[in-house]
């Protein structure tokens, strides 16, 4: 564990669509070091005139990945493989290249490019968590960046649970 890493934070994004398509807002919370997590995204589309507004959730508690979205009432629950999540060998497949550092909004951030055969990018990391994201997929460079950041906040009840109407 990093000495400056935080336990427990909650962080929203937003990535902004290519063309003007439409935006994906995401809010994440994980506690104890990221081995629990939970995240929201909202993605607003529109295409040809329909809007369209989806919410996926995501959940990592104990080994087990746990994912829903708000188009229906059941879900899936795998168990996650740690041994496809090796850092080491993920910085090697991705072509991981340290950038150094650079601030923003007052966070030192360590930045890392990638580079694979279907996009490449930049992230900017602050502790655990990425500030901010480029990345450049056939042509078009998609953006997120962090809009908001709580440092060990108390996480309301709950937060890991799977509701009880998802199967």
Not at 32 to 50: A, C, L, N, Q
Not at 54 to 74: A, E, H, P, Q, R
Not at 80 to 101: A, C, I, V, W, Y
Not at 106 to 132: F, N
């Amino acid at each position: 564990v990093m000495n400056d890493a935080l336990k427990s934070a909650i962080y929203e994004s937003e990535t902004k669509l290519p063309e003007g398509m439409g935006a994906t807002k995401s809010k994440i919370t994980f506690d104890d070091y990221g081995k629990k997590s939970r995240t929201e995204m909202t993605t607003s589309m529109s295409m040809g005139g329909k809007s369209m507004n989806t919410t996926m959730n995501s959940l990592m508690v104990d080994g087990y990945v746990y994912s829903w979205s708000n188009m229906s009432k059941s879900g899936n629950k795998f168990k996650m493989d740690d041994s496809k999540f090796d850092p080491t060998k993920m910085k090697k497949k991705m072509n991981f290249k340290d950038e150094g550092t650079e601030t923003i909004d007052g966070k030192v951030c360590k930045v890392a490019s990638y580079d694979t055969e279907h996009m490449k990018g930049k992230i900017w990391i602050w502790k655990q968590v990425p500030l901010r994201l480029e990345m450049s997929m056939a042509g078009k460079v998609v953006t997120t960046n962090v809009t908001h950041v709580e440092e060990n906040p108390s996480i309301p009840a709950g937060t890991f649970d799977v509701p009880g109407d998802i199967e």
